[in-house]
């Protein structure tokens, strides 16, 4: 199993850029895919979530309207579309999948995260700075 970010960058703030997650190794059209953000000095945090088990998409209140997850199955591959970008957006961006299928969104949020959701890859750099 192996998922790889990348697309990240230095943008001003109010830019945009968008991310991928290309994953391999197993049923990606089946797990739930969730995108995080580790900003120095600060612990990993969980941004966005999609499950299509469950159906559904899910953002934190800080990104909401402003990022958007997405998902095309036939290139194994995860985005996520960031918009109005702002310096606090600033961080090294991951995505992981869920252990299980039975996985969905319920976790990705919380403190205990890592124990639902995994192989994180190297992640991709965001800078937002004017």
């Known amino acids: 199993v192996q998922l790889q970010a990348s697309g990240g960058g230095s943008v001003q703030p109010g830019g945009s850029l968008r991310l991928s997650c290309v994953a391999s190794?197993?049923?990606?059209?089946?797990?739930?895919i969730a995108w995080f953000r580790q900003a120095p000095g600060k612990e990993r945090e969980g941004v966005a979530c999609d499950s299509p088990g469950a159906g559904h998409t899910r953002y934190v209140d800080s990104v909401l309207g402003r990022l958007t997850i997405s998902r095309d199955n036939s290139r194994k591959t995860m985005y996520l579309q960031m918009d109005n970008l702002t310096p606090g957006d600033t961080a090294v961006y991951y995505c992981?999948?869920?252990?299980?299928?039975?996985?969905?969104?319920?976790?990705?949020?919380?403190?205990?995260?890592?124990?639902?959701?995994?192989?994180w890859g190297q992640g991709t750099l965001v800078t937002v700075s004017s």
């Open positions: 992981a999948k869920g252990f299980r299928q039975s996985i969905g969104c319920q976790y990705y949020s919380g403190k205990g995260y890592y124990r639902y959701y995994g192989y």
């Open positions: 190794g197993f049923g990606f059209d089946e797990y739930t």
